[in-house]
């Protein structure tokens, strides 16, 4: 099993609202990432947690929090949201922090 | 800080030729390794190949192999027999040995015509 699956798909929501999305991995994976991408551009990193840790944040705005409840799962907590913040949310996993990492379909974020 | 470069925003190729997409880099490390990924416009990112800059063999998969030029920080990908299913944005991306993060190029929009 070389997946990685993202939940929802898609996502719509309000500047007010509170929402999460959710990523799962069942290689064994103890790394595990979030980025952003916006159209036609790279994936640019949010995240990273190593063994259920975070290792890094990219300076991110508050208003994403991040959260590896155990090493198959990570989900992204999002609150007041603000229209750019619309993109394609893409989770990644790898063996390690420095392997190759797989990626998630994606989740597709609108911020209304 | 590493950088990654991908000149090409746009190629094209018909079905059945060979295209070369290129990618260069810029790093004082001696371990790193560098990925290329495609992105369908179904939007997941699929590895497509990987090489270890220590490794002086250039790595192939299939249709798809590369051509590493460590002195010159060059590394290419060559898709032959292209297919209809090639048609995707490919990102060249540099991880270091110890690295923390990848660093991602631009991407190379890549057309195959039928």
């Known amino acids: 099993d070389t997946e990685v699956t993202q939940t929802p798909k898609h996502l719509v929501m309000g500047m007010t609202n509170k929402k999460s999305l959710k990523c799962e991995q069942h290689?064994?994976?103890?790394?595990m990432y979030w980025y952003k991408q916006k159209a036609k551009k790279p994936p640019e990193l949010m995240f990273v947690?190593?063994?259920?840790?975070?290792?890094i944040n990219e300076s991110v705005p508050s208003r994403f929090s991040p959260e590896c409840p155990n090493s198959s799962l990570l989900n992204l907590h999002l609150h007041a949201l603000q229209p750019e913040d619309s993109a394609l949310y893409l989770c990644?996993?790898?063996?390690?922090?420095?392997?190759?990492?797989?990626f998630g379909p994606g989740t597709r974020l609108t911020v209304l | 800080a590493q950088t990654v470069t991908q000149s090409q925003p746009e190629m094209s190729v018909q079905e059945a030729e060979t295209v070369t997409l290129s990618c260069t880099y810029d790093?004082?490390?001696?371990?790193?390794?560098l990925f290329w990924y495609k992105q369908p416009p179904s939007r997941q990112m699929i590895l497509v190949i990987r090489?270890?800059?220590?490794?002086?063999q250039n790595a192939t998969e299939n249709r798809f192999s590369v051509n590493f030029q460590k002195a010159a920080k060059s590394f290419s990908l060559k898709i032959s027999d292209s297919q209809l299913g090639d048609t995707a944005m490919y990102f060249c991306a540099f991880g270091s040995g110890g690295y923390q993060k990848v660093t991602f190029g631009t991407g190379t929009k890549l057309q195959v015509i039928p």
């Open positions: 290689m064994g994976h103890r790394a």
């Open positions: 990644a996993s790898s063996l390690r922090q420095s392997d190759t990492q797989y």
């Open positions: 790093t004082s490390e001696n371990n790193y390794y």
């Open positions: 090489q270890e800059a220590y490794k002086q």
């Open positions: 947690y190593s063994y259920e840790k975070l290792s």
